[in-house]
């Protein structure tokens, strides 16, 4: 199969529901690594035919991605393992019932990775998406974002391919727990922030109610859209939130791969924040009194 890329305009990084384009007007050198990494379940019965069109030749990923068709027959643990675990809750969660099975039964994967190093433009996101959406095929049964930890279906990969500029709900996701370790309230957090070489973003002590949770993850979003466009949050750094006149400053951590938080990646949380006073009278009070403990 060959793949090529459709270049398009896009609107410029502004309120949370607007577009960014592919360029990173914030970009600086940091060195840091953008990591991705796709499954794609079905059956191939061609093998992987992944081939690159002249259209992507300057494109990053030329060289850096690394196409792999493994079998059931030849790797079952590793294909179960991706649908197990929080993969399986996310597909059971993001999938209907008979496909999920489908999934599961698939006779092969393709895996699709690929590293680049510290990328000025989000290019080669969008020429990952035409590639993933080149790799569909009537006996393909759905897609895994790994870094993402998110599912879809032939058709939306197909659609996000084509839309004009950078979505997060095409790239990230979020999600919330109840964990002890942050206690009060609940910790939502991004999942698939190293595809942008950036740390995930989390914001913890969140008063556990719908409302609340819908203002964290807005504020989440937005703050994805700035790393998106290539910010590299610093330690007790002071930034304004986009499309809004609110500002807010993080705390960063180090790559925590092997620890209890399960990033894969550095984090940095979101805090001082006052957009949280929207999502409830003791959202604030909940995170001053927990920044109190911790600064303590």
């Given at each position: ?21 592919w ?18 379940f ?124 950078f ?7 979020t ?67 986009p ?34 006073s ?19």
């Open positions: 199969m060959s793949t090529h890329s459709k270049w398009a305009e896009a609107a410029p990084l502004g309120m949370v529901p607007t577009p960014v384009a360029d990173r007007g914030s970009w600086r050198a940091t060195g840091a690594v953008a990591r991705l990494m796709s499954v794609v079905g059956a191939f019965p061609e093998g992987a035919n992944l081939r690159i069109d002249r259209t992507l030749k300057d494109s990053p990923l030329t060289a850096a991605l690394h196409p792999r068709l493994i079998t059931r027959a030849q790797h079952g643990a590793v294909i179960d393992h991706w649908t197990r675990g929080a993969f399986g809750k996310a597909l059971d969660d993001g999938l209907d019932a008979a496909r999920a099975e489908s999934v599961r039964h698939a006779e092969a994967a393709l895996v699709l990775q690929a590293e680049v190093a510290d990328p000025r433009d989000l290019g080669y996101l969008r020429d990952f998406a035409q590639i993933l959406a080149r790799a569909q095929s009537a006996e393909v049964v759905a897609t895994l974002d790994v870094y993402a930890v998110k599912w879809a279906t032939p058709d939306a990969v197909q659609e996000a391919a084509t839309h004009p500029g979505r997060v709900r095409d790239h990230l996701s999600t919330a727990a109840n964990d002890p370790q942050y206690a009060p309230g609940l910790r939502l957090h991004s999942r698939g922030a190293i595809k942008l070489g950036r740390p995930e973003l989390e914001v913890r002590h969140i008063r556990p109610d719908a409302r609340a949770l819908r203002g964290a993850a807005m504020i989440v979003e937005g703050v994805l859209k700035l790393l998106a466009d290539g910010l590299e949050p610093t330690d007790g750094g002071n930034y304004v939130l499309g809004f006149t609110e500002h807010f400053s993080v705390v960063t951590s180090p790559d925590d791969s092997q620890g209890a938080q399960h990033f894969m990646n550095r984090s940095a949380e979101i805090r001082d924040c006052t957009l949280t929207k999502v409830g009278p003791d959202a604030s009070a909940l995170l001053a009194e927990a920044e109190g403990r911790v600064r303590a």
